[in-house]
């Protein structure tokens, strides 16, 4: 078979040594559980299993895209693929002999410095799956450290379905409670939030950009309520929207979870990389994989993964977390796509996410029926669109275009959301036509 | 060679200058500045500071490291990857047949009736899998309160499912290294959810009482979970749902030979039998009766347990290889891997006090195993797990894979002999030919230094 | 600039240490040959630069290839890709330095002995540029041992057009004649070659497969004429037919030339790597690169350029050939894709060369109007066909049906020449229905 | 740690069973049959015993060893690039674009009228070059004898000039390290087809009397060529054709940074004058009235240099390479080049006899500059071309070429210092770091082993 390829004499040679004639006399299974089926799968040469795969994926249509939703497309340059390919990396496991995987540990060492950096936080992981996972892990972190002051995460209402039902899941086996607090005009409603806050609450989550694409404008008085009440401030964002922000910690975040996987992840229908920072204060408390620096026998700097003993190969059911393989190749191309952009590459990229969105809508709001961005205030890769058709019915036409855009339920309505980044701005005609086309359809 | 980090080669302190309002961003940004061939210097000097699968055997125990081909990653770099998760279904049927196909695949090779492949790691899959299991007690009316699990168990076994809000019951194992029977029947009682078990079991023992086991727990009104972290030795040979298992998970990146990528991305599909299926995350793919392909929700979805699919490249190279494989490849797999492990204990001086095991074996080192795998490094090849499962003294838990050669798997069995030969003060002198020398892990824990700012200038 | 970037501040002290306030004060360039227009090339970014080019090539259709004519496709796996990128490999420059390139040293040696044993001679060179410049090298090298003796090289009269210009530019110089010599029914003839020798031939040229696609049947014969003549003989052939036919060597073959790119090669538009192997009597006298095995200081094997007199650097105007840079990359992928194959996968290969010409002709052949193969013998990947029609309008009716076959001359006429391996072996229905289509139409 | 050769692991002899007759089939096949993942690991461990431009700096002169932008590569593996070279024209539009883009991009940037990128190398373009100026001097019924070289030029040119059947006239330096105008003088005569110069030469230096070297050998009616290999300092400051040369060859692989690949593929295209042009090898590529891309025969042409295009991959990147950069980034490579060589040279403590240069620069050691370049490989570092050009004692010919940082240049001068402060016999025990000791070639020429047959069972 084509990785295990024993010629005739080895393996004689080795089932001798093993006193057997046929490996299946190995198998120690009762008859009564012995599979004596087929799986039905023929077996492909290497050429014929691609062009199978290859022939199913090419199955779906091109498209140009402008959904978002929380799977962002960025450039990603091409020594991210060659260096994160190097199979010293690639077919590595966890770093548990570090003498000889130092270098992985080094690479995630600067993955985590980054975060900190981006962050402010004292603390980082070096990977969750993804922001969704982050979150139900800080809320399990708070339920660990604030179970004595309240069991009830505190989300906005436009947090996204797919992450709430995500913490639906993280915070049921612990009986943790999770309720939303109001937003209006596309951003946190500070006293809504302010009314409903009590001391019950272990975490309040607030993201920046929001579900809307806008950025909060008020995160200080959020940090504030929480503290107030005692509750943990977990802020949400991703690795490119916080090079330009302040950083969290300015203004009371104890927890930073999001996605940072919106650099270096390679461009496909979905991996994560979620983000997962926190005070120093929580070191011990921290779910997942810590890289720390040390010294060896000879007095050199050297990495090692730290503080295992919140882990669950130690710690087993009291452990901080189940999480054992997280997303360490992705961390490492993180860290390489980091490295590419540089302060400036990386401030420009965000810089772009402003103005990008920010054209394409000044753009279809000059259009007869759009009403574009519907919120005010700035916003990040994203926007909601008012439309006067029916959302689904711009979405249907678009379609038939070749343009991919999205209708969501927002406040009542439906309208359309669009996220433009460095890989599609320069598409925005082909958007902007589709839409326009449709109205000239309309009106005939 | 000591590589420093990037930050110590070029930093740079931008002055953040942005069109948003000024009370929102930051004054400045300070990170490595390399120009690009800076950073492919570093990166590829660092790569070489680390040990894969081409560098050479790495024998983890349920670990599963074995080649990982080539081809997958170009049939993971095809453009028809390039597809957003939220397009309509109309508009990604590429990927929803693949996502339809990998799910059929798996329920038949686990003997499964329904597979999701949403989780995005083993540990996950044990969660999701833990979770189906309660939705599925909960439906029933049916509260429940304890899941049992094998003390050579995996620790995620027991963090899995201490998350999900069961009180972990510790089993103990018989003196043959199995399921202690009688305890088990001891053990199940009305609040058993769950009982967890890997089999082969960690010590490469099959549960030759797992029918029986499968009776006590289902009498009890309980279920058994699978844990597929040693499915590599059962390809063509059984499946956990003909032993009576109703949720499994399957480890993509051990049995299907994805890349571990130093720790990940994994992927965890679970299966389960039909009276668990309506329990599935959301959403589920299947095929229409004209041929297309759509998702929908199972009538009692717990849910997601990731923000969309998990880690679809993964799922695309597990695809691949079983294609490449088919039938007769994956059950060649399995043969191979268990002939391996048997001929490498044959091979090696240390005592394996426990059979017959099947794709991996523990040996006991009569020195601290720990020291034994620091003196392995100095061999040019990986130590297997150490310490673990603790049921063995100074356990060396060893799975060679199918994809070594018997050359590899002499020069392994070398490598095992002469430190068994050393004295047990020259172990504690090595590794002395690795990157670094052995690395104080007491001071990193006591003085957590985790960031380039946390070094200051030293 | 995108790769020579230095800071402000590195720039400067740069120019301070050499005492300059600008580079351009370095140039010691007479102002009346300063070039002070420009190029008109605009800077791109990396993605832009990709879309550009992708785009271009994007230009060209999809299309069902049955072309061969020197220019051959077989499937090379993946590893020849991810193990030849390595950028140890890639980006290392030719091995002056042996101690630190032992790694290519050692492939390179690998190559020379897959050449040694597919031709059976002692000696061979670790890669000329293709088999054109193989038979212009082997031309010059009889030149150097056979001078005395004549100064003709004796080609056959279907020596391939394109090689047959290559080997008169390379003859030009030192005023070698090229003759040809008659083939008939498809092979050599030896009569006529018996015929059309003599003393002045320095080398004689045969190859096997030929240009029709034929494996020539009497070689022996033919290398007893150029023994009888003490005229170097000289085989054409490649690197996959080799691993099933007669070592060349075995039926008197002074020198190997042909196409070893067969093997390794990325699929493009073209790349080249000459097969140049010879007897061990000629070995000062070898064109090219050797590598050597011998040893270190420490008594271990090691690898080295050997033989550096008979090279441009050292001996210039006498070295046995210009050649310094040559095709060292390729000849490593040749041998990581040998290596793959092992012996059953190369004459696996070798024989669905045999087999897929032999079934599309039989299919062709069925055909009405089509005869094929034209001529009688084993075929190896190629066959000509001779067709009713005139040959350019089916070529031109396949084009239509995105299936590209060529017309070429030969004995006076023109035929269709169709090329099979284990590439386009699946396709040969979209052949056989473009073909039979044109009856259809024709008959209409 | 030594690697067996793949014959030495495992080898296998197959009895070749094949369809074709008996008398035209070998009777066996023996040769290494590595399963994947060996082959793997073999050619992983290979490449780790080999030093590329991501291992670190190669400052060897003249050989323009600059960081390869990595998305070249993808570049180069873009499905567009697999098209047959026998495809008609119109089936091939997309590489005939690009061929045409190129021919005149390089036209552009070498100031020449038409450009062939056929020839396979550097030294293939040489070669080509004389042809073609041959091809032209007898077209105007002009037979010529002799091509003049300057001692300092390098050994191809030499070669290339042979093998086209001219004779080589040597030319002296004069004492600044430039062409002795008086000897060019009296070296010129009715015989003179070509003078060959490389410019800035390689020394590094730009011969200052170009025009008047051109003039006097136009006014003998010879021709002038250009040896690209020093290009790297040219871009966007000055063009050989305005300087009067009527030939020229680019190695795309220098100036251009496509991977050297270990001694190829490169690729040597060549521009001319208008005068020239019609002897170009076939075929051209041109842009027809209507948009499409066409090839032509140049209407007397010499035929081909290579069977097909050369080496296709290698004008891909080149292209993207061009693209990538524009004008102003072209600029800023020279630019940058020379200030990183005169930095360097400012740096090191071995004497630079000559001056003022520009891309390159020529040491003289102290010591047997063979050594020196041993010594610097325990540095890490790859060393400069040693002992050449011979008109500098203990030559260490040194190219850091623009993609080096300060950093990085700072290091190789401390590489290059230390070794200076190093006593003659302690350099002559160096390497002693490196993957092989010091290799003895005597040996490997007196007794040449140069296949795995032969060397037997050692």
């Known amino acids: 078979m084509p990785y295990a390829t024993h010629s005739d004499s080895e393996r004689s040679a080795m089932l001798d040594a093993v006193g057997v004639s046929d490996p299946d006399a190995l198998f120690d299974i009762p008859e009564s559980v012995r599979f004596d089926g087929d799986y039905g799968i023929d077996t492909h040469s290497e050429r014929e299993t691609r062009a199978a795969v290859e022939g199913i994926l090419d199955e779906s249509p091109d498209m140009t895209e402008f959904l978002g939703g929380g799977h962002y497309d960025h450039y990603v340059p091409s020594v991210v693929d060659h260096l994160s390919l190097r199979s010293e990396f690639l077919t590595s496991y966890t770093q548990y002999q570090p003498e000889i995987t130092q270098g992985f540990l080094q690479a995630l060492f600067e993955f985590q410095s980054l975060v900190v950096e981006l962050t402010g936080l004292g603390v980082a992981n070096c990977s969750v799956y993804d922001r969704a996972t982050a979150l139900g892990e800080a809320a399990l972190l708070a339920d660990r450290v604030r179970a004595s002051s309240g069991e009830t995460v505190l989300v906005p209402d436009d947090l996204p379905d797919r992450m709430r039902s995500v913490l639906d899941n993280y915070t049921d086996g612990p009986g943790i409670g999770v309720d939303t607090y109001p937003t209006s005009e596309g951003t946190v409603d500070?006293?809504?939030?302010?009314?409903?806050?009590?001391?019950?609450?272990?975490?309040?989550?607030?993201?920046?950009?929001?579900?809307?694409?806008v950025l909060e404008s008020d995160l200080d008085a959020v940090g504030d309520l929480a503290a107030d009440h005692d509750a943990l401030f977990c802020v949400g964002s991703d690795a490119v929207a916080l090079s330009v922000l302040e950083p969290p910690e300015s203004y009371g975040a104890d927890v930073v979870v999001g996605d940072a996987g919106v650099l270096g992840l390679p461009t496909t229908y979905g991996m994560g990389l979620g983000l997962f920072a926190c005070r120093e204060d929580f070191l011990r408390q921290v779910p997942g994989r810590l890289v720390g620096a040390s010294e060896d026998d000879a007095g050199n700097r050297a990495y090692t993964l730290t503080l295992q003993t919140r882990e669950q190969h130690i710690r087993r059911e009291r452990a901080t977390s189940n999480i054992c393989t997280n997303q360490a190749w992705l961390a490492l191309r993180v860290a390489i796509h980091a490295a590419w952009l540089g302060p400036d590459g990386l401030t420009e990229l965000a810089e772009e996410c402003v103005a990008g969105i920010r054209e394409a809508c000044d753009r279809i709001d000059a259009l007869d029926g759009f009403s574009a961005p519907v919120h005010d205030g700035p916003h990040f890769r994203e926007a909601l669109i008012d439309t006067d058709e029916p959302a689904a019915a711009v979405v249907e036409r678009c379609r038939e275009a070749g343009v991919a855009v999205r209708a969501v339920e927002d406040g009542g309505e439906e309208r359309l959301a669009v996220c433009v980044t460095d890989t599609n701005r320069e598409n925005v005609d082909a958007l902007v036509d589709a839409l326009a086309a449709e109205r000239e359809v309309s009106a005939v | 060679r000591y590589e420093p980090l990037l930050s110590e080669k070029r930093s740079k302190t931008v002055t953040v200058e942005s069109s948003l309002p000024d009370d929102l961003t930051r004054d400045e940004l300070t990170l490595p500045a390399p120009a690009e061939p800076e950073v492919a210097r570093h990166y590829t000097r660092l790569s070489q500071m680390n040990f894969g699968i081409e560098s050479g055997t790495i024998p983890l125990g349920s670990c599963t490291m074995k080649y990982n081909p080539k081809f997958t990653e170009d049939v993971a770099a095809h453009p028809?990857?390039?597809?957003?998760?939220?397009?309509?279904?109309?508009?990604?049927?590429?990927i929803l047949h693949l996502l339809s196909d990998l799910q059929?695949?798996?329920a038949t090779i686990g003997g499964m009736d329904a597979v999701t492949l949403q989780p995005p790691a083993g540990a996950a899959g044990e969660f999701t899998g833990i979770?189906?299991?309660?939705?599925?007690?909960?439906?029933?009316?049916?509260?429940?309160?304890?899941?049992?699990?094998?003390?050579?168990?995996h620790g995620t076994n027991f963090a899995s499912a201490s998350m999900a809000g069961y009180d972990v019951v510790e089993l103990p194992s018989n003196e043959n290294g199995r399921v202690e029977v009688d305890a088990l029947e001891a053990a199940v009682s009305d609040d058993t959810a769950l009982l967890m078990l890997t089999n082969p079991n960690t010590l490469g023992l099959f549960e030759r009482s797992i029918e029986e086991i499968a009776d006590i727990v289902h009498d009890a009104g309980g279920l058994l979970?699978?844990?597929?972290?040693?499915?590599?030795?059962?390809?063509?040979k059984a499946r956990p749902g003909d032993m009576g298992f109703d949720v499994m998970h399957f480890n993509l990146h051990k049995t299907f030979a994805t890349p571990h990528g130093g720790g990940g991305p994994g992927q965890g599909p679970i299966g389960v039998g039909a009276d668990l299926a309506p329990f599935l995350p959301t959403p589920q793919v299947r095929e229409t009766d004209d041929g297309e392909y759509e998702t929908y929700a199972p009538e009692h979805s717990i849910g997601r347990v990731h923000e969309f699919v998990g880690n679809w490249l993964v799922l695309v190279k597990a695809y691949a290889y079983i294609l490449r494989h088919g039938d007769e490849g994956l059950e060649n797999v399995s043969e191979t891997a268990v002939l391996n492990a048997n001929y490498l204990a044959s091979r090696i001086d240390y005592e394996v006090p426990y059979g017959p095991f099947h794709h991996e074996f523990v040996?006991?080192?009569?020195?601290?195993?720990?020291?034994?795998?620091?003196?392995?490094?100095?061999?040019?090849?990986?130590?297997?797990?150490?310490?673990?499962?603790?049921?063995?003294?100074e356990a060396l838990m060893t799975e060679p894979t199918e994809t070594e050669s018997k050359a590899s798997l002499?020069?392994?069995?070398?490598?095992f002999n002469a430190v068994a030969e050393m004295d047990a003060d020259d172990l504690t002198e090595t590794p002395r030919t690795t990157t670094a020398r052995r690395i104080d892990q007491a001071s990193a824990a006591r003085n957590p230094r985790l960031s380039w700012h946390a070094l200051g200038d030293e």
């Open chain 1, 190 to 213: 500070v006293d809504a939030l302010a009314e409903r806050i009590d001391d019950e609450v272990s975490l309040l989550y607030a993201a920046t950009p929001n579900r809307r694409g």
């Open chain 2, 80 to 94: 028809g990857n390039r597809v957003h998760p939220l397009r309509a279904d109309g508009d990604k049927q590429g």
């Open chain 2, 104 to 106: 059929e695949t798996l």
């Open chain 2, 131 to 153: 979770q189906v299991a309660k939705a599925y007690h909960d439906a029933n009316g049916d509260d429940r309160s304890e899941v049992i699990v094998p003390e050579s168990a």
């Open chain 2, 225 to 236: 979970y699978y844990d597929g972290a040693n499915l590599n030795s059962l390809l063509g």
């Open chain 2, 363 to 393: 040996a006991s080192a009569d020195a601290d195993a720990g020291d034994v795998a620091k003196s392995m490094l100095d061999r040019g090849v990986h130590p297997p797990t150490t310490k673990w499962p603790e049921i063995v003294d």
């Open chain 2, 410 to 415: 002499d020069d392994l069995a070398a490598a």
